[in-house]
């Protein structure tokens, strides 16, 4: 599986856009890129997965440049609610069912 | 909505003693998963499960093993618990692949080994 690269921690405030940038320099053809959400004392939640160019749903866009290479997970207006860890994921749609998770992305909203 | 179901919110046990950690889905999902969540290490893959009395070892299996008797539990056993197994224990279930979509996630079994 590819490995992703992601910050460590980001802060932000109540209304304010964030956008978290993951690299997967190694992607292969047949992966996708899913990104989590983990509030303290849960287990993780799918947000979001895309392919290539653009994909948004109620929560979240992911944005995905044509080589791939990258991917940015975009928040509109956070809220103190939206405060968690984000992971970004490679996995495939065949034969492997582990999914990788990194340290992720700590996101803080404050008031 | 899929419900994955942790028995335990929290446990403390001693060391030497034999842990059984349950997990049961109720949406038919033929995958189920147990994770270790450690702070500053992310999630790390135990076991996983793709079928009925099927088990594969995941990127850390030493010192637990794994039990999927029926189709909707998977329990996770530590034969023999030691202090550096204390952690947070997830358990995922999912329908496929699918790349990554669709994996639902129980709440955790806080794991307190003394």
């Known amino acids: 599986l590819a490995k992703t690269t992601q910050p460590i921690s980001m802060d932000s405030y109540e209304g304010q856009e964030v956008n978290i940038t993951c690299s997967h320099n190694?992607?292969?053809?047949?992966?996708?890129i899913t990104w989590y959400q983990q509030f303290p004392s849960q287990g993780p939640r799918f947000i979001i997965q895309g392919y290539k160019t653009k994909v948004t749903n109620e929560v979240a866009s992911l944005f995905i440049p044509a080589d791939r290479k990258s991917s940015t997970l975009s928040l509109p207006r956070v809220s103190l609610s939206d405060t968690a860890v984000y992971y970004c994921l490679v996995a495939r749609t065949s034969n492997d069912y582990k999914l990788s998770f990194g340290a992720g992305t700590t996101v803080t909203v404050r008031a | 909505d899929v419900k994955v179901t942790q028995s335990s919110r929290y446990l403390v046990k001693r060391t030497g003693e034999k842990v059984f950690l349950e997990c049961v889905q109720d949406m038919d999902h033929e995958n189920m998963f147990w994770y270790r969540q450690d702070p500053g290490l992310g999630l790390r893959l135990i076991y996983f499960?793709?079928?009925?009395?099927?088990?594969e070892k995941g990127d850390i299996p030493e010192g637990y093993s794994v039990s999927r008797e029926k189709k909707e539990r998977f329990s996770l056993i530590l034969e023999s618990a030691s202090t550096n197994q204390t952690s947070m224990y997830l358990c995922?279930?999912?329908?496929?692949?699918?790349?990554?979509?669709?994996?639902?996630f129980g709440s955790g079994t806080r794991l307190t080994v003394v």
């Open positions: 190694n992607i292969a053809t047949n992966d996708y």
């Open positions: 499960s793709y079928d009925v009395k099927m088990k």
């Open positions: 995922a279930s999912s329908s496929g692949p699918q790349g990554g979509y669709g994996y639902t």
